[in-house]
């Protein structure tokens, strides 16, 4: 019989589910409470429970009822709801500027060995000499690759990372008794830039982005005459958020040295340059990594993930605490640090993600990391040249390791970025990035990756035409209704984020 229920459910509600009633009934009944308490779901009297006061947990399991579901149900529900999802494991993810890479299973498989999985933070260090040299070598590798020479492990996302970063200058400031005001931030900026300045107190001053795509050194000289000793630091993107190399980066650092501020670089896209240019060489003081993003761990949502943080030399002592320090053979964790920032996560970090990060650069050797960034640099300008006769290309060089395109020439018959996006969902295949930056009205920024064959490459861009021949060919009105076989269609974004429904109602 429940089988049978099963066959007939809708895609979107399973029949056992139909059994869990209206969600107002999560409302707390203190009452019932008690007595669910003190009887048990088997109908035994619990005495010692007697008076005492019940949790939450328990009134709504009480009122709301668990369904009883068989476990091939409960099984083909969960895996029926993971095929809804769209992942980098089923198909190309071309988001730009989120960089959604590849996880390759060795990652996965160190990151499970028992002596790296099963050990506690609050072992004694000889206990876990391991782990700890794992550390110094991972911090080795990143300091290496960027010349930049002091490190912390601990940010738990890019994010995290930009904050940390940007508490380190802020406290440099202070500790040179200049405490400083504002922050430049390129207007095509990812929107964490600016909101970690604000976090940290500081007020933002927005540096235009001229028509190649690059930062307007006119704009930016002009501020930094003006604003002199209360800027603070510039925060770029590099690689930029328009998938362009910033061909003035090293006169952006020597003007803000002269000025006594510091350079950040958010470095997201640092995935585009490894092994090719040391982010230390063009004067950057300090840069965070997303480790998902250049070194292939999962990408966390914002965590658990690991942002490591890169320092220049007059930063090191501000750097927060924990931090490995090797003396002979010995590794060990430094917790107190006059000068530092102090702690800014549990224990020691993402541990998982730093034994993943280490064990995709030892794989590839550094050789192989180069060959990494020229791949995803080779990939994104294959796009690029095939598609640029089809999208409007908005910054007519080469790009890095991401490209940009427009809706400029479809929207000539009404077909917008967002219609374009969501026919490639019909199509299959995960959107671009769409709207972002800022900067350029309409943007489609489509990061393949370095891992993508050229076969995978050649049918996105084929899918691309053929929604362009579409919007060109009568064909609008299919545009504006996509997608029409996903298990969700268009959604109103807003409504979603403002009145979520976190569960099934039935009435
Ligand atoms: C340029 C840039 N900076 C910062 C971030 C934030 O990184 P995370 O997602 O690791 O917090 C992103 C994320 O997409 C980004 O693209």
């Known amino acids: 019989m429940e089988s049978a229920k099963v066959h007939h459910m809708t895609p979107e509600q399973p029949a056992f589910m139909a059994k869990v009633p209206n969600n107002k009934a999560l409302m707390l009944d203190e009452k019932l409470l008690f007595e669910q308490s003190t009887k048990g779901r088997m109908g035994v009297d619990l005495p010692a429970l007697k008076g005492t006061k019940s949790r939450t947990g328990l009134a709504e399991r009480a009122k709301v009822g668990l369904p009883e579901v068989s476990e091939p149900q409960v099984v083909r529900h969960f895996v029926r709801l993971s095929q809804k999802n769209y992942s980098i494991d089923g198909g190309l993810f071309p988001l730009g500027s989120c960089t959604m890479k590849h996880n390759p299973r060795l990652n996965e498989k160190m990151a499970r060995l028992p002596g790296f999985a099963r050990i506690h933070p609050m072992q004694p260090d000889s206990t876990v000499q391991g782990a700890l040299a794992l550390m110094h070598d991972l911090s080795h590798w990143l300091t290496t690759l960027t010349g930049l020479p002091g490190i912390t492990l601990t940010p738990a996302a890019g994010t995290h990372g930009e904050l940390t970063g940007m508490m380190v200058i802020r406290k440099a400031h202070e500790a040179a008794g200049k405490p400083r005001k504002i922050v430049l931030v390129p207007d095509s900026a990812h929107g964490t830039n600016p909101a970690t300045a604000v976090t940290c107190g500081y007020t933002t001053y927005p540096i235009p982005t001229n028509e190649k795509g690059h930062v307007d050194m006119a704009a930016f000289t002009k501020a930094v005459d003006e604003l002199g000793e209360d800027i603070a630091a510039f925060m770029l993107t590099n690689p930029s958020t328009c998938g362009l190399f ?67 030399q007059k930063l090191i002592p501000y750097l927060p605490v924990p931090r490995v320090e090797k003396k002979g053979n010995t590794y060990s964790v430094v917790t107190k640090d006059a000068t530092s920032i102090g702690r800014i996560k549990g224990f020691n970090g993402q541990f998982g993600m730093m034994v993943r990060a280490l064990t995709y650069m030892l794989s590839h050797g550094a050789d192989g990391l180069q060959k990494v960034a020229e791949d995803a640099v080779i990939n994104a300008n294959y796009i690029l040249a095939h598609l640029k006769d089809t999208y409007h290309v908005p910054f007519k060089s080469t790009c890095m390791h991401e490209c940009l395109l427009t809706d400029k020439r479809q929207k000539e018959t009404g077909v917008t970025t967002m219609d374009i996006a969501k026919s490639l969902i019909e199509h299959g295949y995960h959107p671009m990035t769409v709207y972002f930056p800022l900067v350029v009205q309409g943007a489609m920024l489509i990061e393949p990756t370095e891992t993508e064959t050229k076969e995978t490459l050649d049918e996105f861009i084929a899918t691309m035409k053929k929604i362009a021949w579409d919007a060109a060919n009568g064909n609008a009105d299919a545009l504006h209704a996509n997608p029409v076989s996903a298990p969700a269609r268009r959604l109103d974004e807003v409504r979603a984020a403002r009145q979520p429904v976190l569960r099934w109602q039935t009435a």
């Open 246 to 312: 910033e061909p003035d980066i090293k006169n952006i650092a020597d003007k803000l040295h002269s000025i006594g501020a510091w350079f950040y670089c958010d470095g997201a896209n640092f995935n585009a340059i490894v092994g090719k240019v040391r982010p230390g060489d063009l004067g950057v003081d300090v840069m965070q990594f997303n480790l998902h993003k250049t070194f292939s761990t999962p990408h966390g949502g914002g965590g658990p993930g690991c942002g490591p943080v890169v320092v220049s």
